[in-house]
């Protein structure tokens, strides 16, 4: 690839990305996991992330994620070379993940989710500090409202919600925290029509706020929904980009099971991930 924004739109390769990532290679033992791998996504833009199972999307949102620590490579953000080596750090830098299990506590509030770990407090005066209630539940409401998150309540215990509803909470808590990169694993598997749209919507969202998105997806037609490019990763290799506006499901079909497409593929390779469900 000859450039880590090999890919992107004429207007976007002028601008700097809100994360960069140039020549990532990972091993775990005799296995390369990520081999040489450019990624980069620009602020108010969605772009999808797919492979098959093995193809390296995993591996590379972990070390997007911090919980991988790349071999070789850089990683900017916002221009800026960045070191990512735990969660933490890539907290710091206003890049959130969002995993399948969501990480949200069932027998909690909303608000009590959302702050859990950061409470805000009425007076710090060490441990057993009275938590500022009214705060929170007027955040929590805010940042619902501004993701347009219909909920009965801030105060439901998250047991009683959807899934397309907890989704959305879980989305929530990277904005409480200023998050400037969301990467979304898998956000709408096992999840209903009316729940899949839900979630699209609030994707869409946080594109329109300006934040930078990633989605990893193994359903083409959400895919093709919500995002602005494909990246196509297949055996630890970043190996086709793809426009969403001037392309078809069939192209990225071609590239996920390595069929020959002419000249879509980078390298002149193929790409491979899952079929669209």
């Known amino acids: 690839m000859s450039s880590p924004t090999a890919g992107a739109s004429a ?18 033992g005799a296995v390369q996991a990520l081999r040489d ?4 996504v620009f602020s108010g833009e969605v772009v999808g992330l797919v492979g098959d199972n093995g193809a390296g999307k995993s591996t590379l949102v972990k070390t997007i994620a911090g919980v991988n620590i790349p071999d070789t490579g850089e990683i900017y953000v916002n221009g800026q070379r960045a070191h990512i080596s735990s969660p933490s750090d890539a907290t710091h830098l206003g890049i959130e993940t969002v995993y399948q299990d969501l990480a949200l506590c069932d027998n909690l509030d909303v608000v009590n989710n959302l702050y859990l770990g950061r409470e805000a407090v009425t007076a710090p005066v060490g441990p057993l500090s009275p938590l500022d209630e009214l705060e929170m539940e007027r955040r929590t409401v805010e940042v619902l409202r501004q993701l347009e998150v219909k909920l009965p309540s801030v105060r439901s215990v998250v047991a009683s919600l959807s899934g397309g509803q907890r989704q959305s909470i879980a989305v929530a808590k990277t904005i409480l925290r200023n998050a400037r990169v969301v990467l979304l694993d898998e956000p709408t598997a096992a999840l209903g029509v009316a729940q899949t749209r839900q979630v699209l919507n609030l994707i869409k969202r946080l594109r329109e706020q300006g ?19 494909v990246i196509v990763m297949r055996l ?3 190996i086709a980009t793809f426009d969403i506006h001037t392309t078809t499901p069939e192209q990225v079909v071609a590239a996920i099971t390595g069929a020959e497409f002419g000249e879509v593929a980078e390298n002149g390779d193929a790409g491979d991930v899952a079929q669209p469900a």
């Open 11 to 28: 207007g976007e390769t002028d601008r700097v990305p809100a994360l960069q990532m140039k020549n990532i290679s990972k091993a775990f």
């Open 211 to 229: 934040l930078a998105v990633v989605v990893i997806s193994h359903n083409l037609a959400d895919v093709f929904e919500v995002v602005d490019r």
């Open 37 to 40: 791998v450019d990624f980069e």
């Open 236 to 238: 630890g290799r970043r």
